[in-house]
């Protein structure tokens, strides 16, 4: 059972437009949503993070946008750079328990 | 500065061997830390976590086992390696419980044949 289900597989954008990836989640308890982002061969990198009382957080070109009563969240990354390549992973937890539940993964590919 | 570093970088193993992989976190008192498997092209999956020295709490059943003797390290093992036990195994870290960053370490790539 996937309780974190990531959209789509993969997703190619041109240098400079805007990059959205797409989380959804089943377990209602989750309220605290880490993005990670991992290049080939290395470990995962926290990228930015949102707490369930949040509809949107931002940092710099990504953004959080939150919705609890949908239980979806999406990263948008704009002006998108080459070096934006690499693979998003939306990950899931709650303040009851001390596992975190990784998504499926998003493959991002930034031409140039 | 805190340094998270894995061991060994890879390994080609046996089908039925041993093994064991460490992480050792430096510049950090108390981590908790995390053990997390990573299929090739694949999701991570949380393995094990531990608050403090002697306490190991297992997430998931893959057979293998994991301790942690010291503040700083974190172990994980089996005694009989499976096939379905190849891909990248990541140790991570954070200063709280899991409503924190996690810090992950550069990761050791297991082949079993």
């Known amino acids: 059972q996937q309780q974190v289900r990531q959209s789509p597989q993969s997703l190619t954008v041109w240098e400079g437009e805007t990059a959205i990836l797409n989380c959804s989640y089943e377990?209602?308890?989750?309220?605290?949503f880490p993005w990670y982002q991992q290049f080939p061969g290395e470990g995962p990198a926290l990228l930015i993070a949102?707490?369930?009382?949040?509809d949107k957080k931002e940092d710099g070109r990504f953004t959080i946008f939150f919705n609890k009563r949908e239980k979806k969240l999406s990263l948008h990354i704009t002006d998108s750079q080459p070096g934006d390549s690499a693979t998003y992973f939306c990950?899931?937890?709650?303040?009851?328990?001390?596992?975190?539940?990784f998504g499926t993964g998003t493959r991002l590919q930034v031409l140039p | 500065a805190q340094t998270i570093h894995q061991w060994p970088v890879a390994e080609i193993k046996a089908v039925g061997s041993p093994l064991s992989l460490g992480c050792t976190i430096k510049g950090k008192s108390s981590p908790n830390l995390y053990w997390y498997w990573q299929a090739t092209g694949g999701t991570l999956q949380q393995l094990f976590y531990?608050?403090?020295?002697?306490?190991v709490e297992s997430v998931v059943q893959l057979n293998l086992s994991a301790s942690r003797p010291k503040d700083d390290q974190f172990i994980l093992s089996t005694e009989k390696l499976l096939l379905s036990h190849s891909g990248f195994y990541l140790c991570a870290w954070s200063r709280h419980l899991n409503q924190d960053t996690q810090y992950f370490g550069p990761g050791t790539r297991l082949l079993v044949l």
């Open positions: 377990n209602s308890a989750f309220d605290y």
């Open positions: 531990s608050i403090t020295v002697g306490q």
């Open positions: 949102i707490r369930s009382v949040s």
């Open positions: 990950a899931a937890s709650s303040s009851n328990t001390n596992k975190v539940v």
